[in-house]
């Protein structure tokens, strides 16, 4: 069964800092991996969609890798702004669409 | 506006009433989605229905029972509702393998 692990849980910067999300899956047999923003309260906003064949995508300040075969991805964020505070999710979908989340990592960015 | 919309964005009920979730996609997406966001903020899926056919059913009570009338709609009956049902609902859409979700189903069981 596929299990999706990420650390750290909550991580707190300085404006300005990059920094470093990681998502680990257990069962490398993913279509994709999804990047997901939450903002308290609210819904789910897809960042980045990296399909089982890609290595990284990119988009403005947000990079995501995979590395498929060791059931990783990173989540690189440059420049992090106030704005950027929010709860990240990583999920791979597998066979039927199915989706699976890990539990997220709780980033604050301090002015 | 394009997207998937869910109402009502909070619904707070006695223990042992029956509700509905109502979720609406206007992407023209073929996959729609329930998923359970607990308290630990742990989402995981319920349902999903592809044309009109349930594709997935995870292990939810079979109090939980998803209707879809058309392509564009996936609602959710809960019947009975218990205190453990209390969770944020999420409903989904997708069109091949990225998934699209709307804005959150803050139910609260009482």
């Known amino acids: 069964k596929q299990e999706v692990t990420q650390i750290p849980a909550a991580l707190s910067v300085p404006e300005g800092e990059n920094l470093v999300l990681n998502c680990s899956f257990t069962?490398?047999?993913?279509?994709?991996l999804q990047w997901f923003r939450q903002d308290p309260g609210k819904g789910l906003t897809s960042l980045l969609l990296i399909q089982s064949s890609q290595r990284e995508q990119t988009s403005g300040r947000l990079n995501a890798s995979l590395d498929k075969s060791s059931g990783r991805s990173t989540l690189y964020i440059a420049a992090s702004q106030p704005g950027d505070s929010a709860t990240y999710l990583c999920a791979v979908t597998t066979g039927a669409n199915n989706l699976f989340f890990g539990t997220g990592t709780r980033l604050t960015v301090i002015p | 506006d394009t997207a998937v919309s869910q109402t009502p964005k909070y619904l707070v009920t006695q223990m042992g009433n029956d509700k509905s979730i109502k979720c609406e996609q206007n992407?023209?997406?073929?996959?729609m989605y329930w998923y359970k966001q607990d308290s630990k903020k742990f989402l995981k899926i319920m349902f999903s229905y592809n044309n009109k056919e349930l594709i997935i059913n995870e292990t939810v009570p079979n109090r939980f029972s998803p209707k879809s009338p058309d392509k564009a709609h996936l609602n959710l009956h809960i019947n009975s509702l218990e205190l453990g049902d209390s969770a944020v609902y999420f409903c989904?859409?997708?069109?091949?393998?990225?998934?699209?979700f709307g804005p959150g189903t803050r139910l609260t069981v009482l």
């Open positions: 989904a859409s997708s069109q091949g393998n990225e998934q699209f």
């Open positions: 992407l023209g997406h073929d996959t």
């Open positions: 069962d490398s047999a993913i279509y994709n």
